[in-house]
């Protein structure tokens, strides 16, 4: 836990806790007693404390937070080496993170490596720093800076650290750690982040506050952070130690911290593959197809090129491939206008770019991703011909949102090298992959799959096969709720509010105007069966024709339609049926306990492996507010009594096939039962 070794008068104090040197109960306690016994041994003028491995600390120990206090607590220690009349000096390689940057910042001096990164992302996890962040960061860094840190979370890197005065000096990073050795050693005294002041800024707050509103809005967290910061500048530094203390304390154990604890480890679950040893094989991608340059596969291009690997992309007409490559650099220009991207860059990753109209040219790619409309005949067609083309071991990928991959597989005679790799548009922003596991996909195509997706910088999820695989599958009895509640009596804004009001980037009706109320349209405007049939025979197909469930501006502002309300009463009458008023209440009873159903019965039917996949499948597919956790474990918190009773309430109304899942309806009696 904790390695000691004495290079003449310089005491090394090493955090050795693989993987993260998480500051644990057991590394606290070790590293208290080695502090305290080199305050005690007169060999020892310096002590230079580090971490072992890739990284100086993550910080605490998150998983501690769901259980009660133990041990040796970390702001006590880090009092302790603030108050050490011998100089402590941390010496920061990799990153320092959380409760590891506040154990550096209770030292006299702090070095660190120029690839080093520090940062305080407490708030992201819903709390803010417990060790004395709050009260020594604005002491060292002034007040900007502090907050920017403290509110967004974001680490710096180490030169950023240095010209804020984070860190003393950059070290050697070949001569790591002697070089930070050399330099501690000729320190001769202590000096006390705790002994300096922060320079007041009375407007800093509120400017800080303005410019961050809509982030502090619903969440606990910044706000507290920004409080606790506060009182660095207006209370002595032990009522404001004191002060953060008591904020940690209110926020560990709060809803919202819990929430994003679960989705902390839940996003590290799903990359763990239950039945997939972890030394499974990987097959070397250094090349990658994109079959079509529409939006996906545009963008999904994208996704490797700035990764730094060359794409070949095929389209069937030299006018689809002009437009979809033109796309992908006005994309790329776009981020470089806002300094997201150099020039330099953009042109780097274009050219790694292959434009062709020669199916064959996919011949040399280790990786060729489908992305062309949903349709199986087309698809099985393009799997074919990849058959005949493909060298052998080259990994045949879908980016079907729904269909079955073991059906698309089936028109290859190499169904173990096919798999889905369903991205979520715009592909070159969205996180989530589901990666699609077939009936006959090799364990080593299934692991690079993940692989490579996290290489992207994606949020891999794996899934088996089911039309609309977990996140389509859970928004079908959303959508269908939604549509089935405008004609009895519900208002698209009045659904749509349910949604935003829960914390949803947008409710269902406008995720439809984005998507294209056309999507999936007969596209017969005398045919009129369904409200979407009324509206498209209406033009109004979404955002792009400015006219969807809503009228939008030329900046796609959506005001309510009075044209969208004729519509959908003419369509009511026409059904021969009559508005009711809907309550809120109904609205997330048929919408988003539907979806909770629906990922029950995935887990059931083993589409999804666990529930948190199905939750980091939202989160990072779909927007769900991540101080909610995703639908499985909000409904955990809020009882699964209570979704199976709203379900029950309005089972009628549901739809004819609707039924509670098994799952559910076992879980909650569990709950319901005075033994659990
Ligand atoms: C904190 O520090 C609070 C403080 O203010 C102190 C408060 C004191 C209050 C006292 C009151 C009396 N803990 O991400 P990876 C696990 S809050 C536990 O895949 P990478 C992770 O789950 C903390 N476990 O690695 C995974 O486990 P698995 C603030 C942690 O190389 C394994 O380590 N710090 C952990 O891609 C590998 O993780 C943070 O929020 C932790 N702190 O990235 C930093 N950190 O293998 C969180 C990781 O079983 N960590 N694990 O799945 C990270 O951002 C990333 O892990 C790194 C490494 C960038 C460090």
Known sequence: MIETKLHEDVLEIIIANAPVNALGAAVRGALSQAIDAAQGDDQVKVILLRGAGKLFSAGADISEFDQPPTGCALPAIIDTIEASSKPIVAAIHGTALGGGLELALGCHYR????????????????????????QRLPRLVGLDAALAMIVSGSPVDASSALAMGLVDRLVDEEDFP?????????????RRTRDRQVA?????????????????????????CIAA??????????????????????LVTGAQAKALRHAFFAERAAGKIADLPADTPRRPIAKVGVIGAGTMGGGISMNFLSAGIGVTIVEMTREALDRGVGLMRANYEASARKG??????????????????????????????????????????IFARLDAIAKPGAILASNTSYLSIDEIASATSRPADVLGLHFFSPANIMKLVEVVRGEATADDVLATGMQLARSIGKVPVVARVCYGFIGNRMLIPRQDNAYAMLLEGATPEQIDRVHTDFGMPMGPLQMIDLAGVDIGWHRDVDRIESLQDALCAAGRWGQKTKAGFYDYDEKRKPTPSPAVAEIIDEFRARAGMVARAISDEEIVARTLYTMVNEGAKLLEEGIAQRASDIDIVWLYGYGWPR??????????EIGLTTVVQGLERYADRIGEDFSIAPLLARQSDDEGSPTT
């Open 627 to 636: 101080h909610k956790g995703g639908p499985m474990f909000w409904a955990d």
């Open 229 to 250: 910061v506060k009182a660095s500048v207006e209370l002595p530094i032990d009522e404001g130690l004191a002060l953060e203390r008591k904020l940690f304390a209110e």
């Open 340 to 381: 997201r991207l150099t020039i330099e860059e953009v042109e780097q990753a274009m050219g790694l770019l292959a434009p062709t109209l020669e199916f064959e040219a996919l011949g040399d790619c280790d990786l060729i991703i489908e992305a062309v409309y949903e349709n199986m005949e087309v698809k099985k067609e």
């Open 178 to 190: 002697a070089a930070a050795i050399s330099y501690a050693r000729i320190l001769d005294a202590p």
């Open 111 to 134: 070095l660190a490596t120029p690839s080093a990164k520090m940062g305080l992302p407490e708030v992201s996890l819903g709390i803010l720093p417990g060790a004395g962040g709050t």
């Open 200 to 224: 007041d800024d009375a407007g800093a707050f509120d400017r800080f506050a303005a410019a961050n509103a809509r982030r502090i809005e619903t969440l606990d967290a910044p706000k507290a």
